[in-house]
């Protein structure tokens, strides 16, 4: 299973693993209060397109369509997520965007699936 959750929200423990998804690390958040087990930053939107995006729910179908584009070049970092939710059986994608349905979580999970 794939789930994802905000880096801001405390863990638990059906979290199962936990990535870190993002580029650049949760403000105001210490490496104790996220508790990733990875950080997978290449997997993360390239800055000029997280730039273009800023969290526009409006360009969001845009967004999605361009970082899946870029995703078709990162098969081994979407295979270690793979392989790690076979290993554990759950595997939690976190970010750190503040609205939860317009964001590259969403986006990854859902090409994950």
């Given amino acids: 299973m794939i789930k994802i959750k905000r880096a801001y929200a405390q863990k638990s423990k059906d979290d199962g693993v936990r990535i870190l998804i993002d580029g650049l690390w949760p403000r105001g958040v210490s490496k104790e209060e996220l508790a990733a087990d990875v950080w997978l930053r290449q997997i993360a939107p390239t800055p ?30 979407l295979k270690r997520i793979k392989d790690m939710e076979k290993e554990h059986g759950t595997v939690t994608l976190l970010f750190g965007a503040r609205d939860v349905h317009h964001n590259n979580a969403v986006v990854l999970q859902d090409l994950l699936k």
Avoid at 48 to 77: I, S, V
Wanted: hydrophobic share 30%; charged share 45%; glycine share 4%.
């Fill in 48 to 77: 000029g397109l997280r730039k273009w995006f800023h969290h526009d729910p409006k360009k969001f179908p845009e967004f999605a369509k361009r970082y899946k584009q870029e995703l078709e070049d990162k098969e081994a970092f």
